[in-house]
C-alpha cells in the first residue's frame, strides 16, 4: 500500500516543483476533524473523521497541490443477524490538483480540486476481524480563511467515490474543519 502513496505523493512534488516559477510560493500544513459518512446505507453511523495535510500554491497560478492522509474515524452499523459490535473504518491517502481562486491579500482562498485516493478498510464484529483496500477518485472543496499572512481555519469537503466497503463500493464523504498554516517560499 505505501509504494502507491509515495508514488501518488511524488507525482504531486514534481508537479508542484515545475509551478516553483512563481513569484511567491507558499508550502501549507494543516490539520482538522469533523465527520465521516457512507452513501446509501441508512444503518451505517456517521463517523468522526480527521485529516492532516500539506500544499503547494503560488500566488500568481490558480494551481493548487495536496497530499493528505485521512481518517473516516469507527463507522457503527447496526446489529443484525445475531452479528453485533459492527464498525467499519477507512484510512488512506489522497493526492489532489486544484484551481484556487484567491479571497484576500492574507492568503485566504478557495480551492476546487480533483485527484485519486488509496485507501484501507477495516471491519470489526463480534464474529472477527476483516481488512480490503481499494483506490479511486476524489473531489473537493475547500476554504482557507486566513487570520494572518501564516495561520488560518481551513474547512474542507470531499467525496471519495467507490470505496471498498465488503459490500458494494459507496462513496465516502469527508467534512473538516481545522487550522493551516502556511511556510512562505520566497
Same mark, same amino acid.
Given at each position: ?9 511524488? $507525482? %504531486?512534488?514534481?508537479?508542484? +516543483? +515545475?509551478? &516553483? =516559477?512563481?513569484?511567491? $510560493?507558499?508550502? #501549507? ?7 465521516? =459518512?457512507? !452513501?446509501?446505507?441508512?444503518? %451505517? ?6 485529516? %492532516?495535510?500539506?500544499? *503547494? ?6 494551481? *493548487?497541490?495536496?497530499? =493528505? ?7 457503527? #452499523?447496526?446489529?443484525?443477524?445475531? %452479528? ?8 488512506? @491517502?489522497?493526492?489532489?490538483?486544484? *484551481? ?7 492568503? !485566504?482562498? #478557495?480551492?476546487?480540486? /480533483?485527484?485519486?485516493? &488509496? ?6 464484529? !463480534?464474529?472477527?476481524? $476483516? ?5 479511486? $477518485? ?6 482557507? @480563511? ?11 469537503? =470531499? ?17 473538516? #474543519? /481545522?487550522?493551516? *498554516? ?5
Amino acid at each position: 500500500m505505501m509504494p502507491r502513496a509515495a508514488a501518488i505523493a511524488l $507525482a %504531486v512534488g514534481l508537479a508542484a +516543483c +515545475c509551478a &516553483i =516559477q512563481s513569484a511567491r $510560493a507558499e508550502v #501549507i500544513v494543516g490539520a482538522g476533524g469533523g465527520l465521516s =459518512q457512507l !452513501s446509501k446505507y441508512k444503518d %451505517v453511523d456517521e463517523g468522526t473523521a480527521y485529516r %492532516v495535510f500539506a500544499g *503547494y500554491r503560488a500566488s500568481d497560478l490558480p494551481l *493548487y497541490f495536496e497530499v =493528505q492522509y485521512f481518517d473516516s474515524g469507527e463507522l457503527d #452499523i447496526d446489529d443484525f443477524d445475531g %452479528v453485533d459490535n459492527i464498525s467499519m473504518q477507512f484510512d488512506g @491517502w489522497t493526492a489532489a490538483v486544484g *484551481y484556487r481562486a484567491v479571497l484576500s491579500d492574507k492568503g !485566504s482562498d #478557495i480551492v476546487l480540486k /480533483g485527484g485519486g485516493y &488509496i485507501q484501507d478498510t477495516e471491519l470489526e464484529s !463480534s464474529l472477527g476481524d $476483516a481488512k480490503d483496500d481499494g483506490s479511486g $477518485a476524489m473531489v473537493g472543496l475547500t476554504i482557507n @480563511w486566513m487570520l494572518t499572512d501564516r495561520f488560518g481555519v481551513s474547512f474542507d469537503a =470531499q467525496g471519495l467515490f467507490g470505496v471498498e466497503d465488503f459490500a458494494n463500493k459507496e462513496d465516502l464523504t469527508l467534512l473538516t #474543519i /481545522g487550522a493551516v *498554516y502556511s511556510f512562505y517560499t520566497d
